[in-house]
């Protein structure tokens, strides 16, 4: 039996764990982040073999432009742009899915290193 869940919090550029995780999640993220690659490059260096990188944030697109108000957001993302992330070169895309929240709509998904 594997061990319970174990959450690690901290900047993803600063983690330089010995461990691999099942799973890295980045929740309410990258729209935060200027610079996302660096940031998905050390998700990717922390995952056990068959792991998966799992992503969520605002849905950018014209009729909810309410997240575009929110001025810690530096980026945005439309659904092209995730699926561009989640299927760049040298990552096999596994889910994606948009979804309604109670401040808009928001969209996740996950990959997995080619």
């Known amino acids: 039996m594997k061990a319970p869940c174990r959450f690690q919090q901290g900047f993803a ?3 330089a764990l010995a461990e691999r995780f099942d799973a ?6 990258l729209e935060h982040v200027v610079d996302v690659p660096p940031v998905l490059a050390v ?7 068959g792991g998966r990188v799992y992503v969520s944030m605002p849905l950018d697109v014209a009729n909810h432009a ?11 993302f439309t659904p092209e742009d ?3 992330l989640l299927s760049a070169p040298g990552r096999r895309p596994v889910w994606y ?11 996740m998904g996950s990959y997995a290193p080619a």
């Open 82 to 84: 995730v699926w561009q």
């Open 13 to 15: 550029e600063d983690l």
């Open 97 to 107: 899915q948009q979804y309604q929240t109670p401040d808009g709509w928001a969209q």
């Open 24 to 29: 890295v999640v980045l929740c309410e993220i």
């Open 43 to 49: 998700a990717e260096q922390h995952l056990a073999p």
């Open 66 to 76: 309410d997240w575009r108000s929110r001025k810690e957001h530096v980026r945005h």
